[in-house]
């Protein structure tokens, strides 16, 4: 499996997050509040071969970066149903 260049995908990134919170999306706004602590899982509903963790967590630390994210099962994996993949 080839590396992903997170270098070449961070300038979309920041296109679709600009986009996102530029009108004051409302979703946005209730899931990234100032002084909020929250936790969150990634759980496969279904058997899958596990792809786009990486970029997941890339687009999670454009909200903010000082979240955590933690991948449990990393891409090119089989995820179980139930199973939590971060």
Do not use: Q
Not at 30 to 51: H, K, M, P, Q
Not at 52 to 64: H, K, N, P, S
Request: net charge positive.
């Amino acid at each position: 499996m080839r590396k992903l260049n997170l270098a070449k995908i961070r300038p979309l990134i920041r296109m679709a997050v600009e986009e996102d919170l530029g009108g004051g999306d409302i979703t946005s706004r209730l899931l990234f509040t100032d002084g909020v602590t929250a936790r969150a899982n990634i759980v496969s509903r279904e058997e899958i071969i596990v792809c786009g963790m990486t970029v997941a967590a890339e687009i999670l630390r454009f909200y903010d970066e000082r979240l955590t994210v933690r991948t449990f099962i990393p891409d090119g994996k089989v995820a179980h149903v139930g199973a939590r993949l971060g």
